[in-house]
């Protein structure tokens, strides 16, 4: 059993998309369930977790809806204003529906540390746990310092930092002390037990217009192994970041990668985790349908 725990999907328009920018021609378009069946099928994944990629309440309904016409999408980590005062209502419309979690992007936030500070989103994320959903805490590793306190303070369900906090690999060649206060970061946030991490979205952390070059497995493998030592493997969880990770490399080799690294690190119990068995636990999903189901 596989588990693609994030995946994002959209009906391209500009305006929506703030993040897309000129230079990343692959996103300016639709991107839509039946665009990564095959991918799927050949990696042999079985069900894929979707998540926001708009900031505003249709994104909700929209991955909502996919979930509900498509069979791998077991489950929808969507977006909600977490400071509004009619929160409670917007969640229970969604009540019984395939939402898992939410989640905000943090990493554009001009000040990171005063967002994490607002009373009105701290209450928020208190609904938002006493409901059972988990929060995706996306950030760029320069942010994570900003985070920590937050994340402590939000025990009530799980939390799951996405793309392992984005380490800046493009620069720790020229900058390495870079390397070493992301690894410390990391673990303050991995001494959490409340928190998870996806193994996700590195390869765009390169410098994707140039390619993955020659180095970069090396590289992805030394992060994964860093988190694996910080994490345990009951906490971490299989991500392609597909169609983003298509800026460097397709989700084959983004698959083909985080598999060489499960099969030489982790025993069969954990890879068992690792795949499909965290995720479940920590999203509260469903078994998903075998890979023929999805064909």
Same mark, same amino acid.
């Given at each position: 059993?596989?588990?693609?725990?994030?995946?994002?999907?959209?009906?391209?328009?500009?305006?929506d998309f703030?993040?897309?920018?000129?230079?990343?021609?692959?996103l300016?378009q639709d $991107?839509?369930p039946?665009?990564?069946?095959?991918?799927?099928? /050949?990696?042999?994944?079985? #069900?894929?977790? !979707?998540?926001? =990629? +708009?900031s505003?309440?249709?994104?909700?309904?929209?991955l909502?809806?996919?979930a509900?016409?498509?069979?791998?999408?077991?489950g929808?980590?969507?977006?909600v204003?977490?400071?509004?005062?009619?929160?409670?209502?917007?969640?229970?419309?969604?009540?019984?529906?395939?939402?898992?979690?939410?989640r905000h992007?943090?990493?554009?936030?001009?000040d990171?540390?005063?967002?994490?500070?607002?009373?009105?989103?701290?209450?928020?994320?208190?609904s938002?746990? $006493?409901?059972?959903?988990?929060?995706?805490?996306l950030?760029h /590793?320069?942010q994570l310092d #900003?985070v920590? !306190?937050?994340? =402590? +303070?939000?025990d009530?369900?799980q939390?799951?930092?996405?793309?392992?906090?984005k380490p800046?690999?493009?620069?720790?060649?020229?900058?390495?002390?870079?390397?070493?206060?992301?690894?410390q970061?990391?673990?303050?946030?991995?001494?959490?037990?409340?928190l998870?991490?996806?193994?996700s979205g590195l390869?765009?952390e390169a410098?994707?217009?140039a390619?993955?070059?020659?180095?970069?497995e090396?590289?992805?493998?030394?992060?994964?192994?860093?988190?694996?030592?910080?994490?345990?493997?009951?906490?971490l969880?299989?991500?392609?970041?597909w169609?983003?990770?298509?800026l !460097?490399?397709p989700?084959?080799?983004?698959?083909?990668?985080?598999q060489?690294w499960?099969?030489?690190?982790?025993?069969?119990?954990?890879?068992q985790?690792?795949?499909a068995?965290?995720?479940l636990?920590c999203?509260?999903?469903?078994a998903?349908?075998?890979?023929?189901?999805?064909?």
């Amino acid at each position: 059993m596989k588990i693609d725990s994030h995946q994002h999907f959209w009906r391209y328009r500009a305006e929506d998309f703030p993040w897309i920018s000129a230079g990343m021609p692959v996103l300016r378009q639709d $991107r839509m369930p039946a665009d990564v069946l095959p991918a799927l099928a /050949a990696a042999g994944v079985g #069900a894929v977790l !979707a998540v926001q =990629a +708009r900031s505003e309440p249709a994104e909700t309904d929209f991955l909502l809806d996919l979930a509900a016409r498509h069979p791998q999408i077991c489950g929808v980590v969507g977006w909600v204003d977490v400071k509004a005062d009619d929160l409670d209502e917007q969640l229970a419309r969604w009540q019984g529906q395939p939402l898992k979690g939410l989640r905000h992007i943090l990493q554009d936030e001009p000040d990171v540390a005063a967002w994490v500070a607002d009373a009105a989103v701290n209450r928020g994320l208190g609904s938002l746990q $006493r409901r059972g959903l988990c929060w995706d805490v996306l950030v760029h /590793a320069h942010q994570l310092d #900003a985070v920590v !306190a937050f994340c =402590a +303070r939000h025990d009530g369900h799980q939390l799951v930092l996405d793309h392992l906090g984005k380490p800046a690999l493009r620069r720790w060649a020229a900058e390495p002390a870079l390397s070493r206060v992301w690894r410390q970061d990391l673990q303050r946030l991995a001494a959490l037990p409340h928190l998870a991490c996806k193994l996700s979205g590195l390869v765009t952390e390169a410098d994707f217009p140039a390619g993955l070059g020659a180095g970069f497995e090396a590289q992805l493998f030394a992060c994964f192994d860093h988190a694996l030592e910080a994490f345990g493997a009951q906490r971490l969880m299989y991500g392609s970041d597909w169609p983003v990770c298509e800026l !460097a490399a397709p989700l084959a080799s983004v698959h083909g990668g985080a598999q060489r690294w499960a099969q030489s690190r982790l025993s069969a119990a954990e890879q068992q985790a690792f795949w499909a068995g965290n995720a479940l636990r920590c999203y509260g999903l469903q078994a998903p349908p075998t890979v023929e189901g999805i064909r």
